[in-house]
């Protein structure tokens, strides 16, 4: 009796005879045509000396507010709430768990104003005196925090964790700031034990708390009164006050950056430019990614940090349309779950967590057998070869037959993935492309610019660049002679102007000068280059401050000169990069304390043969993070692996300028085999 083959058999004879035969059956895929920007002419550089560029949108399609009626972020939630009909704005999954739970327009509302109003009952006054602390991991009593300042011109501040606790101490005394909101009992607990620097803090209140008079008594033997969310809730509901909307020129928040060099700086955003920015970012969309995006059917996915502001603006942008936002259980080993669960229409990544979800598929295609890799790396071909053409679908042969699971992972309905943050590595993005079968942008901004001032345009197939200029801003290039750029030769630091661009640092007109000109052009520190085809691309930072792949701000001579402290070190050289997550570093041990070290350890030779030995690369180490550690260095800030060399940094070796500062290039150049081998072991830890 002649046996039936399987189905894995069939599957797999049909998949080689389609590779023998070349075969690449595309369903349903549209080509891709530009109605509003040209991908070959992205910008246009106007008459005059400033070489100034502007989008090439006629100006006619250019939008300073989307709605007409809508001028502040108090305005958007209102319009969300009509546009949405009344339908679900915000959703968790309890206790992380089961399906999501919603609160509709209208129920979000009416809690965020009973909390202002129970803000108020407790002495708060409405209005820009007044100064919210948040301080919170994603929630939606977060966002009910954030529709709670909005109603009554309260000015929002938050707070996290990697701030570090002198920022968080100086965020709090520079704003007179009295109230703080906690996610849990834990981070009011360190706001107490840290209460006698703060002298202006008076009020904790804090999620999931129940009150109980030994805490009670606690807290306020440090000058504090604790409460719980739902208690100031529920004092609200029973002196309900009228909402105290703000003017477009008011401050919505105060954003205080993950500090590089000493003090954080308070960046001051006002709901003019949240909308300004809204505008802007719709202005540049193709209409059906702007109506998928904009409708009250998208759903977001909220988990990056909602202290940082690309994920304050991916919030506003749906709370403006009146889609849903769905926040993760909090979780990070449950983010597909949680993913999968929630069906989100649009996910925003930063470099960090796309790389986590490559490296999550290769490693399961890999494991799966040498057919089944070759067979995915095939598809991958051919769907890049698709994109080449401008052909972005999830419809074709190769979705249908081997990236239908990945999709089904990310619930089936994803329109746009936008990465924000830190550079992304090209690769990634065309590999995100292709197995997602859906638009792969990549933004670029900072907290200055209120999130996004370019991104990469889904008619444009390349990667590799940040697109043009966003519709309704102006941007230049600015000449570094000192580090050899010019705006002549199209390169030079990046400056933009527009409605979006912060008026000022909170408390700091020096640095705002510095960092803002009279006539409104914002330095943005980030070295560009035009592209023939008018998209920005982004090739060095002025002053050697960069980001890491998660979006940590990293000041390597500041960490450099901490470890220049430590006595067993004589030179060394910190690295990190956009496309990396931690930091590495090139250290010349001092001669003269090395062999304390390792003679504790029973090692005997001459200092490069020590330099070789790893039993003393892992004690150096260690003593060293300690050491950083007692400096007050943040974790991201510390490096994960280290080599050890004998011969010194020279003007000789052509490693120190004249006045003995690290040439970061030569550097870099010098040591870039052992820098790929130090991520390369840590890629694999």
Known sequence: MQSHPTSWVRWSQTVKHLIRHRINPVIGCPRLHS??????????QLPGPERIRVTSLPKELIKHSWYPDVHTMYDAVQQGLRKSNDGP??????????????????????????????????????????RIGIYARNTVEWLLCDIMCFSFNFISVPLYDTLGWKAVVHAVNSTAMTTIFCDDLAKAKNLLKHSSDMPTLQTVIVTGYTPNDQMGKEFLKGGLNIFSFEEVMDRGKRNLHPAVPPKPDDISTICFTSGTTG????????????????????????????DNIMSPSAVHFSYLPLPHVFERCNTGTFLTSGGSIGVYSGDLQKLLEDIATLRPTYFPVVPRVANRFVDGINTKVNQGGAL????????????????????????????KLVFNKVQDQFGGRLTAVFSGGAPIAP??????????????????????TTCCITHSLVQD???????????????????????????????????????????????????????????????????????PNGALQLIDRRKHIFKLSQGEFIAPEKIENIYARNRFVMQNFVYGSYFQSSLVGVIVPNPDEIPALASELKLEGTLAELCERKELKKAFLDQLLQFGKEEGLQGFEQVKDIILVSEPFSQENNLLTPTLKNKRPQLTEEFQDDIDKMYEDLNEC
């Open 35 to 44: 109605t509003l920007i040209d991908p070959n002419q992205q910008s246009v």
């Open 263 to 290: 003090i954080p700086k308070g960046v001051m955003l006002k709901h003019r430019n949240f909308i300004a920015n809204h505008a802007y970012f719709f202005n540049s969309l193709e209409p059906v990614y702007r």
């Open 89 to 130: 704005c915000l959703g968790k999954r309890p206790g992380g768990e089961g399906e999501f739970q919603w609160k509709s327009y209208s129920e979000s509302i009416q809690e965020a104003e009973a909390l202002g109003s129970g803000l108020i009952n407790l002495g708060i006054s409405p209005g820009q005196e007044s």
């Open 461 to 531: 197939p390349t990667a590799g660049h940040v697109g043009p200029v966003n519709p309704g801003l102006e941007m230049k290039l600015r000449d570094v002679p000192e580090m050899k750029y010019f705006a002549e030769q199209d390169q030079g630091e990046v400056c933009v102007r527009g409605g979006n661009i912060f008026d000022g640092y909170w408390q700091d007109e020096e640095k705002t000068k510095e960092t803002k000109d009279a006539d409104g052009w914002l330095a943005t520190g980030d070295i560009g280059r035009w592209l």
């Open 372 to 399: 089944k890799k070759a067979i995915f790396n095939y598809a991958l071909k051919a769907k890049h070869s698709m994109l080449e053409r401008g052909i972005v679908t999830r419809k074709s042969f190769w979705d």
């Open 427 to 448: 690769e990634v993005i065309m590999y995100l492309r292709a197995v997602l079968g859906i638009y792969v942008a990549e933004c670029y901004g900072q907290t200055e």
